[in-house]
Nanobody, 128 residues
């Protein structure tokens, strides 16, 4: 069972940037696509961004497109989420997730069912 550990969250002001990291255990990280989701208080968890297993393809929710960038370093078993121009609406617990299937031929469009393992989350709070 893979373990995913997020880090990098915190309290920032609107317009600031943060970079989240998600470290995965094991030796199979490079075989799986990865994703980031978030859940704000009182709301359902929503998709943020995904990257395929090789890092060649990415996909973003419209709400973060142009502001957030997902990337991965397979040598470090880590996926990142660079968040720029943060808004109060970005306040949420951010979760990373691993694709349920290895070597998926397309990058996930963010369906929960595409992902089989989840981290514990890291809090991001953006003040106005």
């Amino acid at each position: 069972q893979v373990q995913l550990v997020e880090s990098g969250g915190g309290l920032v002001q609107a317009g600031d940037s943060l970079r989240l990291s998600c470290a995965a255990s094991g030796r199979t990280f490079s075989r799986y696509g990865m994703g980031w989701f978030r859940q704000a208080p009182g709301k359902e968890r929503e998709f943020v961004a995904a990257i395929n297993w090789s890092g060649s393809s990415t996909y973003y929710a419209d709400s973060v497109k142009g502001r957030f960038t997902i990337s991965r370093d397979n040598a470090k078993n880590t996926v990142y989420l660079q968040m720029n121009s943060l808004k109060p609406a970005d306040t949420a617990v951010y979760y990373c997730a691993r694709d349920a299937l290895p070597f998926r031929t397309y990058v996930s469009r963010g369906l929960n069912a595409d992902f089989g393992s989840w981290g514990q989350g890291t809090q991001v709070t953006v003040s106005s």
